[in-house]
T-cell receptor, first 115, second 117 residues
Framework: QQQVKQSPQSLIVQKGGISIINCAYE??????FPWYQQFPGKGPALLIA?????SEKKEGRFTISFNKSAKQFSLHIMDSQPGDSATYFC??????????????FGQGTTLQVKP | EAGVAQSPRYKIIEKRQSVAFWCNPI?????LYWYQQILGQGPKLLIQ????????DSQLPKDRFSAERLKGVDSTLKIQPAKLEDSAVYLC???????????????FGPGTRLTVT
């Protein structure tokens, strides 16, 4: 079964610090790895994404690091701000037998950035 | 650009009752998704439409859940009869059709929070 495992479940960081969230996957039939940010009462919003042929992608304070051989990828939030406090989900897009491009989500990480 | 619209935002029903959720995707998005998000978990895909057709409903509990997408635009997800374990947020998302290059960008609505008592 296709799975994406995310850790930690929750994270508390001081303002200005670095937040790091990790994900690991088991299936190699994934071709796209997005991160979503979700605020309470809102739907998830695409934050940043990476393809497996790239080892790192940076957009502003957000960076994805991708390790294809280890089947792991991580989100780094530099200079974390209280406004970054939210739940973060990693995901992987499946290109398996059904080939519908569906996303498999991790369990989520609740980030709290203390002022 | 208008986002994905969903209604209602909240619904409380008793077990064994029925409930329906409505979704209007972003204009031009041929693919529509319904996800179930149980508290503390990531979204789980229930059903995926491309235009009017179902392309993935492998995780839809078909004995109680049904969904339709008339005319390739709006969609309705129904639960009948509801169980306590159906309490969750039901999210609708839309995207350009897979496998187009922009299909990976899924846009989510605010969700409907369902409580079954």
């Amino acid at each position: 079964q296709q799975q994406v495992k995310q850790s930690p479940q929750s994270l508390i960081v001081q303002k200005g610090g670095i937040s790091i969230i990790n994900c690991a996957y088991e299936n190699t039939a994934f071709d796209y790895f997005p991160w979503y940010q979700q605020f309470p009462g809102k739907g998830p919003a695409l934050l940043i994404a990476i393809r497996p042929d790239v080892s790192e992608k940076k957009e502003g304070r957000f960076t994805i690091s991708f390790n294809k051989s280890a089947k792991q990828f991580s989100l780094h939030i530099m200079d974390s701000q209280p406004g970054d406090s939210a739940t973060y989900f990693c995901a992987a897009r499946s290109t398996g037998s059904s080939n519908t491009g569906k996303l498999i989500f991790g369990q989520g990480t609740t980030l709290q950035v203390k002022p | 650009e208008a986002g994905v619209a969903q209604s209602p935002r909240y619904k409380i029903i008793e077990k064994r009752q029925s409930v329906a959720f409505w979704c209007n995707p972003i204009s031009g998005h041929a693919t529509l998704y319904w996800y179930q998000q149980i508290l503390g978990q990531g979204p789980k895909l229930l059903i995926q439409f491309q235009n009017n057709g179902v392309v993935d409903d492998s995780q839809l509990p078909k004995d109680r859940f049904s969904a339709e997408r008339l005319k390739g635009v709006d969609s309705t997800l129904k639960i009948q009869p509801a169980k306590l374990e159906d309490s969750a947020v039901y999210l609708c998302a839309s995207s350009f059709p897979f496998p187009s290059g922009r299909a990976y960008e899924q846009y989510f609505g605010p969700g409907t929070r369902l409580t079954v008592t």
